[in-house]
């Protein structure tokens, strides 16, 4: 072979080799797809019909130091995606997207929202209280929309920080959890409604669960039989990691200054889930996804500040083994409270 052939060839297997390793995307091979879903904590508050949140896309981090992969999930007309997270309360959950991604080890996750787009839509009830409308009665219920101020929504409180790796051809799930409960905050009480833009804030609390192990969900109901008599829907299930053993149930605290000082602290809740029905029953609960594993339930029936550490009472405790199907104190049925149940005290 000549010299000319033997530096053609050279060149050629070299190229061949650069190519390999591009393709491969910093040697792991190939790619695999991740799921993204939303799911919502339920917010306690009748009054509040929609919040909408408009994403934009998803940043995606590798451990490696590559640049950011950045998928657009917004609509087909370039408009923002504006998903109602009310309509994502027990259990239900909505595909954000399914991405192609080289193999290999990721970080973070982040969501990019419009805010000019993300409002909340309040719900108000004049003469008849009944929220039922009818053609002959169409004006009981008016709606109003305002702007949610979302300020603090930069790359900090909308990123997940969680390693997973993709591998080749494989396919991996996260369902993120918004928790309205501790993200939504009226910071204007004094207003009338309708409220002025960025009378609500937005602080997102986000959980990141697998998508296959987090299908398990607690439900049972909730009676009363006090003679004085009581109001269950006023009443919502805390849900604690931990055997009931290990867990001081406490109120739910968002606000860090105020939950580090005063009050013994006890176990926070991970999730809460509200207590519904008719006016006159039956009342049940549901809660939201639940990893596998032990977990303590804890019935409260009275207002919970989340900008206060509080001293609460709560009704009754159950003890959970999500491991088993369904997931209930003996794997046969609902998990229930009764109003009349023994109380307890939250830490002082």
Same mark, same amino acid.
């Given at each position: 072979?000549?010299?000319?052939?033997?530096?053609?060839?050279?060149?050629?297997?070299?190229?061949?080799?650069?190519?390999?390793?591009?393709?491969?995307?910093?040697?792991?091979?190939?790619?695999?797809?991740?799921?993204?879903?939303?799911?919502?904590?339920?917010?306690?508050?009748?009054?509040?019909?929609?919040?909408?949140?408009?994403?934009?896309?998803?940043?995606?981090?590798?451990?490696?130091?590559?640049?950011?992969?950045?998928?657009?999930?917004?609509?087909?007309?370039?408009?923002?995606?504006?998903?109602?997270?009310?309509?994502?309360?027990?259990?239900?959950?909505?595909?954000?997207?399914?991405?192609?991604?080289?193999?290999?080890?990721?970080?973070?996750?982040?969501?990019?929202?419009?805010?000019?787009?993300?409002?909340?839509?309040?719900?108000?009830?004049?003469?008849?209280?009944?929220?039922?409308?009818?053609?002959?009665?169409?004006?009981?219920?008016?709606?109003?929309?305002?702007?949610?101020?979302?300020?603090?929504?930069?790359?900090?409180?909308?990123?997940?920080?969680?390693?997973?790796?993709?591998?080749?051809?494989?396919?991996?799930?996260?369902?993120?959890?918004?928790?309205?409960?501790?993200?939504?905050?009226?910071?204007?009480?004094?207003?009338?409604?309708?409220?002025?833009?960025?009378?609500?804030?937005?602080?997102?609390?986000?959980?990141?669960?697998?998508?296959?192990?987090?299908?398990?969900?607690?439900?049972?109901?909730?009676?009363?039989?006090?003679?004085?008599?009581?109001?269950?829907?006023? !009443?919502? @299930?805390?849900?604690?990691? =931990?055997?009931?053993?290990? #867990? %001081?149930? /406490?109120? *739910?605290?968002? &606000?860090?200054?105020? !939950?580090? @000082?005063?009050?013994?602290? =006890?176990?926070?809740?991970? #999730? %809460?889930? /509200?207590? *519904?029905?008719? &006016?006159?029953?039956?009342?049940?609960?549901?809660?939201?996804?639940?990893?596998?594993?032990?977990? %303590?339930?804890?019935?409260?029936?009275?207002?919970?500040?989340?900008?206060?550490?509080?001293?609460?009472?709560?009704?009754?405790?159950?003890?959970?083994?999500?491991?088993?199907?369904?997931?209930?104190?003996?794997?046969?049925?609902?998990?229930?409270?009764?109003?009349?149940?023994?109380?307890?005290?939250?830490?002082?």
């Amino acid at each position: 072979m000549s010299r000319q052939c033997s530096v053609i060839w050279n060149c050629i297997f070299a190229a061949a080799i650069m190519l390999s390793v591009t393709a491969c995307g910093g040697g792991s091979g190939g790619t695999g797809t991740l799921s993204l879903s939303l799911t919502d904590a339920p917010v306690q508050n009748e009054d509040i019909a929609e919040v909408i949140v408009c994403f934009t896309d998803v940043i995606i981090h590798p451990s490696n130091g590559d640049s950011n992969i950045v998928e657009d999930v917004r609509n087909e007309d370039g408009s923002c995606r504006a998903i109602n997270l009310k309509e994502l309360t027990n259990g239900n959950s909505v595909l954000l997207g399914e991405f192609d991604l080289p193999a290999g080890d990721y970080s973070w996750i982040r969501l990019d929202i419009d805010p000019a787009n993300t409002v909340i839509v309040e719900r108000t009830v004049n003469g008849d209280p009944d929220e039922l409308e009818t053609p002959s009665d169409p004006a009981d219920t008016l709606y109003d929309s305002a702007l949610l101020d979302c300020s603090s929504c930069d790359q900090s409180h909308l990123k997940l920080n969680r390693n997973f790796t993709i591998e080749n051809a494989g396919f991996i799930g996260f369902t993120i959890d918004f928790d309205l409960q501790k993200s939504l905050t009226l910071q204007l009480p004094q207003s009338d409604i309708p409220r002025p833009d960025l009378a609500y804030k937005l602080r997102p609390t986000l959980r990141i669960l697998d998508t296959e192990l987090a299908s398990t969900f607690i439900w049972g109901s909730v009676t009363d039989d006090l003679s004085t008599g009581g109001d269950p829907r006023d !009443c919502k @299930v805390y849900t604690y990691t =931990g055997a009931v053993a290990a #867990v %001081t149930p /406490d109120d *739910e605290c968002i &606000e860090i200054d105020e !939950c580090s @000082v005063g009050l013994a602290p =006890g176990d926070r809740p991970i #999730v %809460t889930a /509200d207590v *519904e029905g008719p &006016e006159v029953g039956p009342f049940a609960y549901r809660t939201g996804s639940h990893l596998p594993g032990i977990y %303590t339930l804890a019935l409260f029936c009275v207002p919970d500040d989340l900008d206060v550490d509080e001293a609460l009472v709560y009704i009754g405790v159950q003890e959970v083994d999500a491991t088993l199907d369904p997931p209930s104190p003996s794997g046969t049925g609902p998990v229930d409270f009764d109003l009349a149940d023994a109380l307890g005290p939250t830490p002082q």
